[in-house]
């Protein structure tokens, strides 16, 4: 059983690792609190908010089942050498589970709060339709020989296609408005440096255990973080250089009402 080979080393990977739990679950909170105080959803993209969900889902039960599941560790350990450490920690499940909660609360405030006349796009239904049919297909694959981890990989691989795809429409949104009113820039500064904190918790146990095994084996997490890094760069330069909020007289209309309500999707 793999372990440990520094103390120093240790503490540190656990603290960096709840410090990114805390960063990037705290990054939910302020488009929940915004779409609150707001009592509307208007400048939230639906389609974004959907394939987040899916992301999620499928992020919580890879970590899940590679953390609780001693026959998955044991097909991982097959696979990428018994001194290998199993590259899931406790704040990688806490987190996954706390998003999905999170997010699913998010999208009851779609439901309950002005939304104009936005609305999850066909093109966005049919993304999902197709990554839970994949995910169905291979569930019954694994059934019959029992290769979970195998199943896991494929579900790493639709978290990270989801992650590609779910932020597109955001930042496509906040184009065609020119503004990202109703939408809150405070999860994106959050969620950057939590990625940057998830890259340094995974170099601190490469360098306990000299072996950069960790990334290869966990490539879901380590291209989560790269693409939100990448779409984090994009809207940080949305937000504060090419759509800077303007202050709005009583006589003009609000941003927010200006918005094309149309899916971005749809011409």
């Not at 996954?96 to 002005?114: E, G, K, N, P, R």
């Not at 693409?227 to 303007?246: A, D, E, G």
Request: proline residues 2%; glycine residues 4%.
């Amino acid at each position: 059983m793999a372990s440990w080979n520094s103390v120093p080393l240790h503490v540190c990977y656990e603290v960096v690792g709840w410090l990114v739990f805390t960063l990037w679950s705290t990054s939910f909170y302020p488009q929940v609190i915004l779409n609150y105080h707001r009592k509307s959803v208007v400048g939230l993209n639906f389609d974004f908010e959907a394939l987040n969900l899916t992301k999620h889902t499928c992020y919580l039960i890879y970590n899940a089942s590679l953390y609780f599941s001693s026959t998955i560790q044991k097909q991982y350990k097959d696979k990428y050498g018994h001194n290998e450490m199993i590259p899931v920690a406790a704040n990688d499940v806490a987190f996954s589970s706390h998003a999905v909660l999170l997010t699913i609360f998010t999208i009851f405030q779609m439901a309950i709060y002005d939304r104009g006349n936005q609305k999850v796009s066909k093109i966005a239904c049919g993304l999902l339709f197709v990554a839970w049919s994949v995910a169905a297909i291979c569930f019954f694959i694994a059934l019959s020989n029992h290769n979970w981890l195998w199943l896991l990989s494929i579900l790493s691989g639709i978290q990270v296609c989801a992650t590609v795809i779910k932020y597109l429409p955001q930042a496509v949104t906040n184009y065609k408005r020119k503004s990202t009113e109703g939408w809150s820039i405070g999860n994106i500064l959050l969620d950057f440096s939590g990625s940057i904190g998830n890259y340094a918790q995974m170099v601190v146990q490469s360098i306990d255990q000299g072996s950069w095994v960790n990334f290869s084996g966990n490539i879901g997490k380590l291209m989560i973080s790269l693409v939100s890094v990448f779409y984090n760069i994009l809207f940080i330069i949305q937000h504060y250089i090419l759509y800077q909020r303007k202050i709005v007289s009583n006589s003009e209309t609000p941003p927010e009402v200006e918005i094309d309500k149309s899916s971005i999707y749809q011409r």
